[in-house]
């Protein structure tokens, strides 16, 4: 694409392509979409881009994000903090806290160990974890079943392993409501090797 | 998608599922990424798109975008004002820009009448182009062939028709490259019943 009629549109269409799974052509589209609407909309929107990037706080104690010192999970008195779940990023922490079925507290790693990103643990927040660790009785591993997350989850286990807790990782096994047929085999042979008491199911 | 952990991610979260394709969860994930590049980037990319729709101009002639009151093309004393192309929308300059084949002006619609849509000719700039027409040679329809770029055609046709000028439009045919059982009966009908001399396509 060349030949823009403008070298304001071409420099939007430059900065929107640079987000994740956007091309130039999608780009353009948004910029003339910009265009369209009125440009106080725009402005409002460059604000609250703005404001979110200049605003927003990790908590400390959990480095989920917040508006303020400390998030409302860590905050809340009604949380058990000596459970901590370890997950990789903050859809995480939102997808779980959706099911409504987890009382405890957060720690946000913000990646997993990857070498070929070249992301190791001094890049994540492991530190505090093991800071926080001494006062738990429960750490819950929530990462994804990839390389990277069970590398990670492994490291986190050989620091962890000698502290006085309990540590645990999410049930794998046969999505509610998937056919069996469907799942790969890997999952299936964990959900038979992890079978649990029909009474705990219902 | 709910318990946000922040309201200032909330908002963003909202104001990026405004655009058009975009739903809630690229949204996040969009959100999410300018978080992790530094501040001052985003900062940068707010303003941008704040210049773009302050700062750019619709040419006084052809109502085609750019940044000062006329366009390149307009302003071109090279290009040949006398014929003048007519399209939907800017992508649609760029389009034919792009092929460098085309040596006149263009005449920007800023949409097609779409009565479903409630778009008639006065939200169109069709009264500066009839204006422009009676200084003109030549005007070529390049409107997309759907119902409402027909419509528009028919409606631009009989305001023109009684000028002494030349009234064209844009080949249908087989793409260059297409094969010929893949192409739909009507294209493939057009392009038989428009046949040129041979020499004239070498």
Redesign the interface.
């Given at each position: 694409?060349?030949?823009?009629?403008?070298?304001?549109?071409e420099?939007?269409v430059e900065?929107i392509a640079?987000?994740?799974?956007i091309g130039k052509r999608?780009a353009?589209?948004?910029?003339?979409?910009?265009?369209k609407r009125p440009?106080s909309q725009?402005?409002?929107?460059?604000?609250?881009?703005?404001?979110?990037?200049?605003?927003?706080r990790r908590?400390q104690t959990c480095y989920?994000?917040?508006?303020e010192e400390q998030?409302?999970?860590c905050k809340n008195p009604h949380r058990n903090s000596k459970i901590i779940c370890i997950v990789e990023?903050?859809?995480d922490?939102?997808a779980i806290?959706?099911t409504g079925q987890y009382q405890g507290v957060y720690h946000v790693l913000g990646g997993k160990i990857s070498p070929m990103e070249g992301i190791g643990p001094d890049q994540l927040h492991i530190q505090p974890l093991i800071d926080r660790a001494h006062k738990a009785r429960e750490i819950i591993f929530a990462l994804s079943s990839t390389i990277e997350g069970d590398t990670t989850i492994f490291y986190l286990y050989k620091m962890l392993k000698e502290l006085p807790i309990k540590l645990s990782t999410i049930a794998r096994g046969i999505g509610v409501g998937d056919e069996l047929e469907y799942a790969d085999e890997v999952t299936l042979g964990r959900s038979i090797n992890h079978r649990i008491p029909y009474e705990e199911s219902l």
């Open positions: 694409m060349h030949h823009y009629p403008s070298q304001l549109l420099k939007a900065e640079q987000l994740p799974g999608t353009l589209r948004l910029a003339l979409h910009l265009l440009a725009t402005e409002f929107f460059a604000q609250t881009l703005t404001r979110l990037v200049k605003e927003i908590c989920s994000l917040c508006d998030c409302e999970i990023d903050i859809r922490v939102m806290e959706n």
